[in-house]
C-alpha cells in the first residue's frame, strides 16, 4: 500500500508543472515521493528540522543509499535554540553532507527550500510534526527549468557562505540588501517584490500570515486602502494579542481593513492574493528581519491549478474566521461606532451640523466630534446635505480611523437613510 501510494504521488507530481500542497490537509506523503523520486541530486535549505519529523531523514537516508547525492544546509540556532541533535545524528549516519548557514551571512537561514533534481519544493512550512498536522502551511512543488537552475545557483554560493547578485531574479529572494561597496548589487529582491504587488492590486489585497511588523507594507496597504482597494488580513487567533502579528493588524484594522482570526489551526503561512489573479508564498514573514537580513525563499504565481487551490484554501479559511470584533446584530448609535473598526455596520445618530473641513463635509453628531461622518465635496452635489441637519440618520459603512477617531466616509446617498 505505501508503494503505490508513493507511485500515486509521483504520478501526480510528474505531471504538474506547479502544483499547491495545502497542510494539513495533504500532510507529508506527497513530500516523501518528491525525495523518492531523485535519481541524481537533493539540495535542502531548512531553517527549523524537529525528531519529529525524523521520517523524512529516513527518505532522505533511502536517497543517499541509492547513489544521490544529498546536501543539507541548517540554521544552526533556530529561535536562538541548536537544531535537534537527533535529527543531526540520523543525517550523519547516513553520510548525508550538512553545513550550517554562516551567520555572518544571514540573521537566520530561514528558508523552506529543497531541489530533487529537476523539481523545486518552496515552502511556508520547517520540518516538524505540527507544521504538516496542525499549522496552515502551503508548499509549492514546480519544475519549471529558470526557478530550479536559480534556486541550484543560489544553493551553491550558500554552501560556500559566498555573496550573489540577485538583481533579476526570477523567483522572491531574502535579504534584499546591496552588497559590497566596490562592487554593489543587490543580493534579494523580497521587499520590492511585495510591495510591488501590492502597488499593483486594484481591487482587493488579502493577506494570510504569520508575522507582520513591517512598516513599509503597512504604509503601502494604507495607500492601497486610499484607493479604494479593500484589505483583508488573516491570522491565528493565538497571535490576536501578539506584537508580532497582532498589534499592526489592530492599527490596519483602524483604518479600514478587515482582520479575521482562525481558530483551531495554526496560520503560519505566508501569503498574499491580489486582485484573486496573482499570489506570493514562501518562508518570508512580512517583517523587517525576514526581508532584509534572513535567507528566505518564495515564488509568485499567477495562473493554473495552484493559484486556484490557493484561492479556494484562503476563502476557506477566511470563511472560518471570527472578525476581531463580532459585528452588530444592527444599527449601533453613533458613539459605539469606535468598537467596530475595520468593520461594515450601520450607524445610527442625531447631526447636529455639518463642518466644511477642506475637501470633504463632515457630519456631526456631538461638538467634540467623536464620530463623524466623511462626505468627500466632490461627490457632495448629490447629496441633500442641510436637510440632515437636526435629523436622525441610519449610515451604513466602513468604520476607519482619521487622527485617531472613527469614522465613516460615504460616496453614495443610499448609504444614508433618514429615520425622523
Known amino acids: 500500500m505505501r508503494r503505490l501510494l508513493a507511485f500515486l504521488l509521483f504520478f501526480t507530481l510528474a505531471f504538474a508543472a506547479e502544483r499547491l500542497y495545502v497542510a494539513p490537509d495533504d500532510g507529508v506523503g506527497y513530500l516523501k515521493a518528491?525525495?523518492?523520486?531523485?535519481?541524481?541530486?537533493?539540495?535542502?535549505?531548512?531553517?527549523?528540522?524537529?525528531?519529529?519529523?525524523?521520517?523524512?531523514?529516513?527518505?532522505?537516508?533511502?536517497?543517499?543509499?541509492r547513489g544521490v547525492r544529498v546536501r543539507v544546509i541548517l540554521d544552526e540556532r533556530p529561535g536562538g535554540e541548536p537544531q535537534d541533535p537527533a535529527v543531526l545524528e540520523a543525517l550523519r549516519a547516513a553520510g548525508i553532507e550538512v553545513r550550517f548557514a554562516s551567520p555572518l551571512r544571514f540573521a537566520h537561514y530561514h528558508i523552506k527550500a529543497l531541489r530533487a533534481d529537476g523539481r523545486l519544493w518552496i515552502s511556508t512550512g520547517n520540518w516538524t510534526r505540527s507544521s504538516f498536522s496542525s499549522n496552515r502551511e502551503y508548499s509549492l512543488v514546480t519544475d519549471r527549468a529558470d526557478w530550479v537552475a536559480e534556486f541550484e545557483k543560489v544553493f551553491e554560493a550558500d554552501w560556500e557562505a559566498k555573496p550573489l547578485a540577485l538583481d533579476d531574479a526570477k523567483l522572491v529572494?531574502?535579504?534584499?540588501?546591496?552588497?559590497?561597496?566596490?562592487?554593489?548589487?543587490?543580493?534579494?529582491?523580497?521587499?520590492?517584490?511585495?510591495?510591488?504587488?501590492?502597488?499593483?492590486?486594484?481591487?482587493?489585497?488579502?493577506?494570510?500570515?504569520?508575522?507582520?511588523?513591517?512598516?513599509?507594507?503597512?504604509?503601502?496597504?494604507?495607500?492601497?486602502?486610499?484607493?479604494?482597494?479593500?484589505?483583508?488580513?488573516?491570522?491565528?487567533?493565538?497571535?490576536?494579542?501578539?506584537?508580532?502579528?497582532?498589534?499592526?493588524?489592530?492599527?490596519?484594522?483602524?483604518?479600514?481593513?478587515?482582520?479575521?482570526?482562525?481558530?483551531?489551526?495554526?496560520?503560519?503561512?505566508?501569503?498574499?492574493?491580489?486582485?484573486?489573479?496573482?499570489?506570493?508564498?514562501?518562508?518570508?514573514?512580512?517583517?523587517?528581519?525576514?526581508?532584509?537580513?534572513n535567507r528566505?525563499?518564495?515564488?509568485?504565481?499567477?495562473?493554473?491549478?495552484?493559484?486556484?487551490?490557493?484561492?479556494?484554501?484562503?476563502?476557506?479559511?477566511?470563511?472560518?474566521?471570527?472578525?476581531?470584533?463580532?459585528?452588530?446584530?444592527?444599527?449601533?448609535?453613533?458613539?459605539?461606532?469606535?468598537?467596530?473598526?475595520?468593520?461594515?455596520?450601520?450607524?445610527?445618530?442625531?447631526?447636529?451640523?455639518?463642518?466644511?473641513?477642506?475637501?470633504?463635509?463632515?457630519?456631526?453628531?456631538?461638538?467634540?466630534e467623536r464620530f463623524v461622518v466623511v462626505i468627500p465635496k466632490h461627490e457632495a452635489r448629490r447629496f441633500p446635505l442641510h436637510s440632515y441637519v437636526g435629523r436622525t440618520l441610519r449610515v451604513t459603512g466602513r468604520v476607519r480611523t482619521f487622527r485617531g477617531r472613527p469614522e465613516i466616509v460615504v460616496k453614495s446617498p443610499k448609504q444614508i437613510e433618514v429615520v425622523r
Not at 541524481?40 to 519529529?52: K, N, S
Not at 486602502?225 to 479593500?230: T, Y
Not at 447636529?352 to 467634540?368: N, S, T
Open 34 to 65: 518528491l525525495i523518492g523520486s531523485a535519481e541524481r541530486e537533493i539540495d535542502l535549505a531548512l531553517y527549523l528540522w524537529t525528531r519529529g519529523r525524523l521520517d523524512l531523514a529516513e527518505e532522505l537516508a533511502r536517497a543517499k543509499r
Open 173 to 293: 529572494w531574502s535579504p534584499e540588501r546591496v552588497y559590497s561597496i566596490f562592487r554593489p548589487f543587490w543580493e534579494g529582491n523580497a521587499k520590492r517584490r511585495i510591495l510591488g504587488l501590492i502597488a499593483s492590486a486594484e481591487r482587493e489585497v488579502f493577506i494570510e500570515q504569520n508575522g507582520l511588523t513591517d512598516e513599509e507594507i503597512y504604509d503601502a496597504l494604507l495607500e492601497a486602502m486610499d484607493r479604494g482597494v479593500r484589505v483583508r488580513i488573516l491570522g491565528s487567533a493565538s497571535a490576536q494579542t501578539s506584537g508580532y502579528f497582532g498589534q499592526m493588524a489592530r492599527r490596519l484594522a483602524e483604518q479600514g481593513a478587515e482582520v479575521r482570526y482562525l481558530s483551531g489551526l495554526k496560520v503560519h503561512a505566508k501569503a498574499m492574493l491580489v486582485d484573486g489573479r496573482v499570489a506570493f508564498l514562501g518562508s518570508q514573514n512580512f517583517t523587517p528581519t525576514a526581508l532584509t537580513a
Open 296 to 368: 528566505e525563499l518564495g515564488a509568485v504565481i499567477n495562473e493554473g491549478e495552484a493559484l486556484f487551490r490557493l484561492k479556494e484554501t484562503m476563502e476557506r479559511d477566511w470563511a472560518s474566521a471570527r472578525p476581531a470584533v463580532r459585528p452588530p446584530s444592527g444599527a449601533v448609535p453613533w458613539y459605539q461606532a469606535g468598537r467596530y473598526l475595520g468593520q461594515v455596520i450601520e450607524v445610527e445618530g442625531r447631526v447636529i451640523g455639518i463642518k466644511d473641513a477642506g475637501g470633504v463635509y463632515r457630519l456631526l453628531f456631538d461638538p467634540a
